[in-house]
């Protein structure tokens, strides 16, 4: 099976829309089969695991690069890279949204419905399903599948932080 996705790591401007991924199926494959699969394109793209989700992700931007659609200027050409930083109050800390773009029968307009994740946590990727916890209206025709990466700031209690980083590096 071959599913279209447009993938996305916010802050090292890697952006690719609609790419075709073979042996990928959504409602079989976790989203480290297709990180595995966006990798194993050969596009510059490359990241590193670490307890059940990601540690750093990395892109080298060159001429034949996409520019994100709502990035300001165009970007240097040359590698980029971001990274989980885990045990302090603040923390650095990877995060994944899903969702599906489609259209409903006689409207052309382009629809993007998000996939919810079913616990308070972020799910391990190697265990999430791309199309899990999916609610499909009837008559909607999925167009591709959207996985897009975030590093966030958190702020946490010195305790919390701990937590964070042992569940990180107990798997």
């Known amino acids: ?32 089969d297709v990180m595995d699969a966006i990798k194993a394109k050969g596009l510059g793209f490359n ?14 931007y060159s001429d034949d690069s996409i520019r994100p659609f709502n ?13 989980e930083a ?4 603040e923390t650095l800390s990877w995060q994944y949204y899903r969702s599906i773009s489609g259209t409903f029968p ?11 994740n079913p616990t308070f946590t972020q799910p391990k990727f190697g265990e999430t399903l791309l199309g899990s916890g999916q609610q499909i209206p009837a008559g909607f025709k999925i167009f591709n599948y959207n ?3 975030r590093l966030l700031r958190l702020q946490v209690s010195p305790e919390a932080a701990a937590l964070r980083l042992k569940r990180r590096t107990a798997s």
């Open 86 to 89: 885990l045990g302090s109050s």
């Open 106 to 116: 006689g409207d052309e307009t382009l629809y993007q419905i998000t996939i919810a």
């Open 1 to 32: 099976m071959t599913t279209k996705l447009t993938f996305r790591a916010v802050g090292i401007y890697c952006y690719f829309p609609y790419l075709e991924l073979e042996n990928i199926d959504p409602l079989k494959s976790t989203v480290k």
């Open 47 to 60: 990241y590193i695991p670490r307890g059940g989700t990601v540690d750093t992700l990395s892109y080298t």
């Open 147 to 149: 996985l897009t990466w």
């Open 71 to 83: 990035t300001q200027g165009v970007p240097d050409n040359g590698p980029r890279m971001e990274e």
